[in-house]
């Protein structure tokens, strides 16, 4: 099946800094990825949708400076944390669909913990 | 405004019973529905899927029920075992859209 990798899976980052998450679709072109994000005893909530080559679709909410998205193949999508702050801290996970699928977006990554100190 | 919402945090059962998780949402142009499973500090994981235009759709102990008048589904787990015990959300989409809105998920623990 699809699969879906997303590194690094843990990262603990100082406030003021950035920080780069990446997904790949391993066996298969993602035209679409979504990135979302979950906090403690809470749903995923939808950060944005990433387009390959396109600008990405930022959620009502979501600030588009700080979180960078870049999808710049058909097999990556980097979501960059700029300026981390201790409530950027979170659980971020991204999924990609499947082109041509039917059960759009299945498959998911194994999400990345980041802690901002 | 929580458009898909699973009203129990958490259910427990005992081991070869059914397990029974709901969610019920509030849009009516929802025509896609999905359970995922997911594991602490893990991604979740596709379980199975239902279309507006089925009621049930069954796989191996894994059940979906959508009552569409009541704005309800409905995860079957039967029979349950230990190894199902990790918090399942539903989740939503609009026709024509890959956007899905998640539930807030239900803890499901399977005691030996």
């Known amino acids: 099946g699809a699969v879906v990798s997303q590194h690094p899976s843990r990262v603990i980052c100082k406030s003021g800094t950035s920080v780069k998450i990446e997904c790949r679709s391993l066996d298969f072109q993602a035209t679409t990825m979504f990135w979302y994000r979950q906090f403690p005893k809470q749903s995923l909530m939808l950060m944005a949708t990433s387009n390959e080559g396109s600008k ?27 300026s981390a702050h201790p409530e950027d801290s979170s659980f971020y996970i991204c999924s990609a669909a499947v082109d041509g699928d039917a059960n759009y977006g299945y498959t998911f990554g194994s999400g990345t913990r980041l802690t901002v100190v | 405004d929580q458009q898909v919402k699973q009203n129990s945090p958490s259910l427990s059962v005992q081991e070869g019973r059914i397990s029974i998780l709901n969610c019920d949402y509030t849009n009516s142009m929802f025509d896609y529905f999905l359970w995922y499973k997911k594991y602490p500090a893990e991604g979740p994981t596709f379980l199975i899927s239902i279309s507006s235009i089925k009621d049930k759709n069954e796989d191996g102990r894994f059940t979906v029920f959508l009552n569409k008048s009541a704005k309800h589904l409905s995860l079957h787990i039967v029979p349950s075992q230990p190894g199902d015990s990790a918090v399942y959300f539903c989740a939503a989409s609009n026709p024509g859209t890959y956007k899905y809105i998640f539930g807030t998920g239900t803890r ?5």
């Not at chain 1, 009502?60 to 944390?81: P, R, Y």
């Not at chain 2, 499901?108 to 030996?112: E, F, I, N, P």
């Open chain 1, 56 to 82: 990405a679709t930022y959620e009502q909410g979501v600030e588009k400076d700080k979180f960078l998205i870049n999808h710049a193949s058909l097999t990556l999508s980097t979501l960059t944390v700029t």
């Open chain 2, 108 to 112: 499901l623990k399977v005691l030996a």
